[in-house]
């Protein structure tokens, strides 16, 4: 593809775009490595700066991680993993299956989830003011799915729940979480989610293997049993893992 240096798009994205759909295409596999800086140079007619800022374009998409030494090497980020609405019924709870279960298995996909720790705290001031409460139990995850790492994620319950369910002493019920709430009488009758895009912080991106930068996607989950909050949870899911699909009904 020679560039159009008339376009009104930049040089360095129209050869990004090129790189992408090579990769997309398969033409580049998973684990290869890209044309060397040198060989983009001569194929584009531009300068390295700008097969440079071309590179950026894949590497801040997750397409791609610098290798010191050795080149541009293209990732393999692994099964996508599509979480909707049916990962949180309760016919898959009462058949012992968290969220996470539910959407793995159905794609025929395998997954475990890695225990951080669950201890008592103050809660985070969002979670504090839809709690109610200033004291949480927080359990903290990483999920894995087909053995890479695809979420960080910590589910924060109010004190005064939380003792009365064995939280912290580390009751648990088929279903995961809501199981164990709804064993104790209270029935999940809603979820709130709120979806935000960002760049992975160093921290997230190391727990993730994410090159820095990565897109990701955190999402806040508040769970209600009628009007009242028992559940802020607040992940961070690796962007190119994950696609959030929602199905429901137009509004009048």
């Known amino acids: 593809m020679a560039v159009d240096q008339r376009s009104d798009?930049?040089?360095?994205?129209?050869?990004?775009?090129?790189?992408?759909?090579?990769?997309?295409?398969?033409?580049?596999?998973?684990?290869?490595?890209?044309?060397?800086?040198?060989?983009?140079?001569?194929?584009?007619?531009?300068?390295?700066?700008?097969?440079?800022?071309?590179?950026?374009?894949?590497?801040?998409?997750?397409?791609?991680?610098?290798?010191?030494?050795?080149?541009?090497?293209?990732?393999?980020?692994?099964?996508?993993?599509?979480?909707?609405?049916?990962?949180?019924?309760?016919?898959?709870?009462?058949?012992?299956?968290?969220?996470?279960?539910?959407?793995?298995?159905?794609?025929?996909?395998?997954?475990?989830?890695?225990?951080?720790g669950t201890e008592e705290v103050d809660a985070p001031l969002a979670a504090r003011e839809i709690l109610g409460e200033d004291r949480a139990v927080v359990k903290r995850r990483r999920m894995w799915v087909a053995d890479r790492p695809t979420q960080l994620a910590d589910s924060y319950l109010p004190l005064s729940l939380a003792e009365q369910i064995g939280y912290l002493r580390g009751a648990t019920a088929p279903g995961g979480v809501y199981g164990l709430i709804e064993q104790h009488g209270r029935m999940i009758t809603r979820y709130r989610e709120e979806l935000q895009a960002r760049p992975a912080e160093p921290e997230e991106a190391v727990s993730l293997d994410l090159p820095i930068g990565a897109p990701v996607v955190r999402l806040v989950r508040v769970a209600y049993v009628g009007d009242t909050a028992v559940e802020y949870f607040d992940s961070v899911a690796a962007g190119d893992k994950h696609i959030y699909r929602y199905d429901f009904p137009a509004p009048d």
């Open 9 to 116: 798009r930049p040089v360095y994205r129209q050869i990004a775009d090129e790189l992408r759909a090579s990769i997309q295409g398969r033409e580049i596999a998973p684990g290869d490595y890209l044309p060397s800086e040198a060989d983009l140079v001569d194929r584009y007619g531009v300068s390295r700066i700008t097969i440079q800022r071309a590179t950026s374009v894949l590497v801040a998409e997750g397409r791609v991680e610098i290798e010191r030494g050795r080149g541009v090497k293209v990732r393999d980020v692994g099964p996508v993993l599509r979480l909707g609405t049916g990962r949180f019924s309760r016919k898959a709870r009462q058949s012992g299956k968290g969220a996470l279960a539910a959407e793995a298995e159905a794609q025929g996909l395998t997954w475990r989830s890695e225990d951080l």
